[in-house]
């Protein structure tokens, strides 16, 4: 954290905002959750006093991918962890940055773009590309399981591409949209999303369930 940002987060803790519930990235800030931040209106009038020229973005949608995020990774990062971002300019690239931001404050990781300093990656894996992996697996007369690496985290595994499409087309981000690419296996997924609410949701939680039963 450079000078500048650090006055800037002392500034919203003068105010009474939680910083560990708002993110900053390219000058604009994101609120996480705005019960936990208390990052009202009146607080918002009192920062742009200092700040005037420094958005800030608040989004029912992006609050629920942080939820989804929070509960994802608690157990997959630790204090003063370095962690690996790929700079690819992809809208998943983008929002990783964004919803790890605050975990610098939180428990003091550092994110990196440099691959040989990091001791973990974050993955820009998504919950419809494990859904993906899993009917190839089935499909290919495989078992079906997770292949989880201790070296790397994986943020978005409960976050649908569908959200993270809407929510980037509300931003002012330059960024590029992450291509699926057509496959026997999205066809699958699309045709059972039309007869089981949530399917890749729901694929998730059977996998990690069997997996842990065989543990």
């Known amino acids: 954290m450079d000078d500048k940002e650090r006055k800037l987060i002392k500034t919203l803790n003068k105010i009474g905002v939680d910083t560990r519930f708002i993110s ?3 000058n604009v800030i994101y609120v996480n959750n705005l019960k936990f931040s208390r990052f009202s209106r009146k ?4 920062f742009h006093q200092t700040y005037p020229d420094i958005k800030v973005i608040r989004s029912k949608l992006f ?10 990774i ?14 690819d300019d992809t809208n998943r690239s983008h929002l990783l940055n964004i919803v790890l931001e605050p ?7 550092t994110l990196t773009k440099n691959i040989d300093e990091a001791d973990k990656t974050a993955s820009t894996k998504c919950m419809n590309d494990f859904a993906h992996d899993y009917i190839n697996l089935m499909i290919n007369s495989n078992k079906i399981t997770n292949d989880f ?43 059972l999303d039309t007869k089981i ?3 890749c949701e729901s694929l998730i939680q059977s996998v990690n369930y069997l997996d842990k039963v065989e543990e």
């Open 103 to 109: 975990y610098r404050r939180k428990y003091g990781i």
């Open 24 to 26: 900053l990235y390219e």
């Open 43 to 46: 607080k918002e009038e009192d």
């Open 197 to 199: 609410p949530n399917v």
């Open 149 to 191: 690496k201790e070296d790397v985290i994986y943020p978005l595994l409960h976050v649908d591409d569908v959200w993270i499409n809407d929510w980037i087309e509300t931003t002012t981000l330059d960024t590029k949209k992450y291509e699926n690419k057509k496959s026997i296996e999205n066809e699958i997924i699309d045709f």
């Open 63 to 72: 609050q629920k991918i942080c939820i989804k995020v929070s509960r994802t």
């Open 74 to 87: 608690k157990n997959q990062i630790k204090p003063r962890d370095i962690i690996y971002i790929k700079e």
